[in-house]
């Protein structure tokens, strides 16, 4: 159960991160702005990936 919460958590943040970056995109922000979104957004999906694999593992064996 703590895992379910945890997946929908990371899931939330990474789609957060990915909107605030097209909107910064469809403003015409800056570019660091957007790299830096970027960055954010492809370390949070990681996490993500690993708390999914982590739930999956619990919840399967």
């Known amino acids: 159960m703590f895992f379910q919460y945890l997946s929908y958590v990371a899931t939330a943040a990474v789609a957060v991160v990915l909107l605030l970056g ?6 015409g922000g800056s570019s660091s702005t957007s790299q830096k979104l970027m ?3 492809v370390g949070l999906q990681a996490v993500a990936i690993v708390i ?3 739930a999956f593992y619990v919840t399967h064996r």
């Not at 097209?22 to 403003?27: S, V």
């Open 22 to 27: 097209l909107a910064n995109m469809f403003r």
């Open 39 to 41: 960055r954010w957004r």
């Open 52 to 54: 999914l694999m982590a």
